[in-house]
């Protein structure tokens, strides 16, 4: 958020006060401001002033990052990535859509799952017109976004599932945890674990009591994957008490939620939290340092990097992205203002598409969005051979970044121009709800833009926007 930025943040002022088991009056006289002034700004009729952030902090002891932390921001994105669907045509202003994010979550949030019926309704209508043609084929449910956005409004952090990993890291202790996770596996649950040329990433046999791991993955890999199987056989009473909470609509989403959850344990038991922002801080997050002090790889670090938002102990905030090579995002996760196209492509412009073309280095870009935000992003190849000669080899590049306010804090800012305006490269989200008019690489119109042609003029572009 710039300095001259307003903080209208109604609905978290609620939330506090609510957590808090205050009335309006108490809260006000806490806060030091008038009945009236509190209702106003609870509303957003006005934004919260410097004076009552203090207060809350002073005071009544609460995380004032909660203000700002991007929900209404990220909520924003979404609506107007949704919007772009042509389906509705003209879009509202950018105005009313704060609003209805800002004064009205709950009616966003209906409104975005809404459009995702929408487009599932669509998807099975098309599947059905293949399926006249075939017996055997079946209506496919639609599960992965319903997952992908339960992590992406719980900021990409699970907290009860957080502290229970760290508490588990803490009482395996340390030395190679590879082995020690062997051991542990043994000595409570009778469990073997050993490698195996033509085993998947994991197979646990519950009846042999036998955990199988694939020789060729590399010791991140399977350290990973016991740890996983870790929180299926001793959290699983905690992770179907979160699928409980998160009330998800299919058995499908729940089962992929269920493996996103233990992922999740996995990750934090590899990384804890305490622990690794430590280290992290220490080493001003350099990814390959930090993927050596703790036996991870680069691609772990970076996603436990974007999941630091735990209240009270917030990290830098960052963004996480893997993408494959036709560009399709596989993860995403931002703490920061950039959100990542929900529906279509990313912009060809950020440099995380590049890192295919540089095998083994680490790109680095100073980059701009057409809300003024500026960011230091950082992307590399990511390889995972499969074994064998004959094996296929998966390739993803990751992306990860912070907004330029925290670049300090990383080790790859030290000899950028930080200051240089010309430096950054114009970036957006989707060619859709981006706002650039002269930008090269645009696939698509904006929707909210009129649009031009004239028969005897061409351009990069075969168009004009108005």
Sequence with gaps: MSANAKLY??????????????????????????????S??????????????LALAQELGADVTELAAGSTERMVADIREA???????????LGDIQLLASNAPNLARSFLTLHRELRETQ????????????????????????????????DNYIDAV??????????????????????????????TVATAADAPLRRFDPEARHLALAAHSAGATQTFQILHQIALIEHD????????????????????????????????????????????????????????AFDASIEQVGQRLSTLQRTGAKGVPFFFVRVDQAGTITKRHSATRLQFARFGGGCPLWNVHQAFETPGRFLRQLAETPDGARYLCLARDVSKPGGGFRAPVRRYAIGLGCEIAHAG????????????????????????????????QRAVPPLERPVTVDPNSRDVLPYRIG
């Excluded at 109604?10 to 009335?23: A, H, N, P, S, Y």
């Excluded at 075939?134 to 599960?143: F, I």
């Excluded at 957080?162 to 190679?176: P, Q, S």
């Excluded at 998800?248 to 622990?275: D, H, M, S, V």
Aim: with cysteine.
């Design 9 to 38: 943040a109604g609905v978290k002022l609620r939330e506090i006060r609510t957590r808090l088991k205050l009335t309006q009056a108490d809260y006000a006289a806490k806060l030091g401001i008038s009945l009236s002034y509190l």
């Design 40 to 53: 106003q700004m609870e509303n957003n009729h006005r934004p919260v002033s410097a004076g009552v952030v």
């Design 83 to 93: 919007l772009a669907d042509p389906v509705f045509g003209t879009a509202p202003p």
């Design 123 to 154: 998807e099975r209508l098309a599947q059905v017109n293949e399926a006249l043609g075939r017996e055997d084929a079946a209506l496919a449910p639609l599960p992965w976004e319903e997952v992908r956005d339960f992590f992406h409004y719980c």
């Design 162 to 191: 957080d502290r229970a990993a760290e508490h588990f890291a803490a009482r395996l202790g340390d030395g190679e945890r590879r082995s020690a996770l062997a051991r542990w596996l043994e000595t409570r649950h009778g469990i």
């Design 237 to 292: 009473d905690l992770l179907e008490a979160t699928l409980d909470l998160a009330r998800f609509r299919t058995e499908a989403a729940r089962a992929i939620c269920k493996t996103g959850l233990a992922n999740y344990f996995a990750g934090a038991a590899l990384l804890p939290y305490a622990q690794f922002l430590g280290r992290a801080q220490e080493l001003r997050h350099d990814l390959e340092a930090l993927a050596g």
């Design 409 to 440: 804090a990383l080790v790859y800012a030290d000899d950028l121009d930080l200051k240089n305006a010309a430096a950054y490269q114009p970036i957006g989200v989707s060619c859709r709800i981006c706002e650039r008019r002269d930008c090269h």
